[in-house]
């Protein structure tokens, strides 16, 4: 593919002088456009080394308002970022609704860089390569433009330009060790350029191929490109996911038996031998640098809070954080909704703790209108996508649905509106949503269907009685916890 590509194309300075006033002129209008109608853009320049993405991007910089837009140059990651998954570091730095990204290098050539360090399995690359393209997709889904530019220049070319660095005294750092090492090996990095490109390339985040021989030319067909795509996306709509088959499986939530108790000199024996337990295990997890993520969502009043103070009651609070989830506010609303939980993913050897998760997406948001149907029904691909990411990372996922019956709910909503400790929990919205009890039930049904696999399985906690779930659930993740280790 790369090889049939005439690299040498070139423009005159007149045509480009013709042709980039009216380019850059478009592409501020356009930019404006994107901020008033809130579209999101990222920019990803792969290629060559030597091939100008720096210039290109310095260039591209000239013709935007900056206040818009924000650059990011990926390089090895640090010890920070080798503590989280792969996608975090892309995740995080997703842009908000009506601002441009852009990346010098990105999640694609990383994969590479890997690759050329230690050869990967076939399944494994075919796993990364299948990580990236649900990571660009949901993106796309979600309203995103995506431009992916590979800079491609010839063998002899690349060694001209490093010979030229090497011998400007300010510049010569640049040329590396792996630079020269990619000119020596052209032709293998050549070929795994070509499978990055047709592994990667779809319609909703296609390559482009730059001939970047000449400045001039390769700076044209850039800009061209990028006017090109946004005026098309500005004049319609983005795509519209394919939405999710209906949904007719049993119900799992008529399966729970609700009577199960404990009696409480049960209770305090238990509990105390599963929190000094869970004491060591936290330290065993620091050292294995093994990452744990505890997921809890339930019916209002099912006892999350209670479950969770017993679960930490005896952790060291250096090792965990409790990350409470409630409505997004202005900023995340600005951003993929997943977003959001990405920035919380804990770092190996840590444990994060959720009340309340990413699932509110098919919960509460699509009971109560908050998502569109396309939204909310994407989410269960885009959910399970995510999961599948973290534990191939090596994080242990855990995610308990806390279950009680109506009756249960009732008197627990009238002990704190009586208990003035507790009157705080309860809302007018609390109210609400039990008046919608069958609508959330048909919803927790189907995303624990949907959403339980074999990596991230479901947990249901029989509720009614509070000292019985906390017991399941803290004995639940000693034992996940266990197993991993």
Known sequence: MLEQIDINKKISKEKYKEEITGLTAELGVQQRNLREKKIPVIMVFEGWAAAGKGTMINNLLQYLDPRGASVYSIHEPNEEERLRPFLWRFWVRTPEAGRIAVFDRSWCCHVIDNIRKKPLPDDETAKAYADINAFERQLADNGAVLLKFFLHIGKKEQKKRFRCLENDKTMSWRVSKKDKKQNKQYRIYLAEYEQMIRETDSASAPWYIIESMQERFAEIKILQTIVQTLSARLCCPAHSATAVGSYAAASILDAVNLARSMKQDEYSKRLEHGQRRLRELEHLVYQKRLPVIIAYEGSDAAGKGGNIRRVTANLDPRGYEVIPIAAPNDIEKAHHYLWRFWKHIPKAGHIAIFDRTWYGRVLVERAEGFASDNEWQRAY????????????????????????????????????????????????????????????????????????????PWVVVESNCKLYARIKTIETIIKRIEDKL
């Open 381 to 456: 691909r885009e959910i399970n996508e995510m999961e599948q990411h973290l534990c191939a990372f090596g994080a242990v996922l855990i995610k308990f649905w806390l279950q009680i019956d109506q009756e249960e709910q009732l008197l627990r909503f009238r002990e704190r509106e009586q208990n003035e400790s507790k009157k705080w929990k309860i809302t007018d919205e609390d109210w609400r949503n039990r008046e919608k009890w069958n609508i959330y039930r048909q919803a927790v049904d189907e995303m624990l269907c949907r959403t339980s696999t074999a990596s991230a």
